[in-house]
């Protein structure tokens, strides 16, 4: 399952990285390619697309991590050594030997 989830984030990430360099910050770039916008799917609609495939990438990247983190084995706490019990022993003589 994990390899699955890092699939669709790798590929995420190549998508977006290829959508972000098709935007053109001034307003050009693919989307001035296309004609007028009195074009069927022109100048607005390729933008719109493009902000919308965007969002929706980096919106599937964002929540895949956090699955991903959710999933994660939980670590398990460091179990203190049992302590010996203090009373044996102590209180008690030690054995004399004869001399």
Do not use: C, H
């Not at 998508?15 to 098709?22: D, E, F, P, R």
């Not at 929540?63 to 044996?88: D, E, F, H, N, Y």
């Amino acid at each position: 399952m994990d390899l699955l989830l890092s699939i669709i984030i790798i590929a995420a990430s190549i998508l977006l990285i290829l959508v972000v360099y098709v935007q053109n910050p001034k307003g050009g770039g693919l989307s001035s390619d296309f004609g007028s916008p009195s074009q069927l799917g022109g100048v607005q609609k390729t933008n719109e697309l493009i902000d919308k495939m965007t969002w929706g990438l980096a919106a599937t990247i964002v929540v895949v991590s956090l699955v991903m983190t959710i999933r994660q084995p939980k670590a398990a706490k460091p179990v203190a050594p049992q302590q010996t019990q203090q009373g044996q022993g102590q209180g008690q003589a030690p054995a004399q030997g004869n001399k």
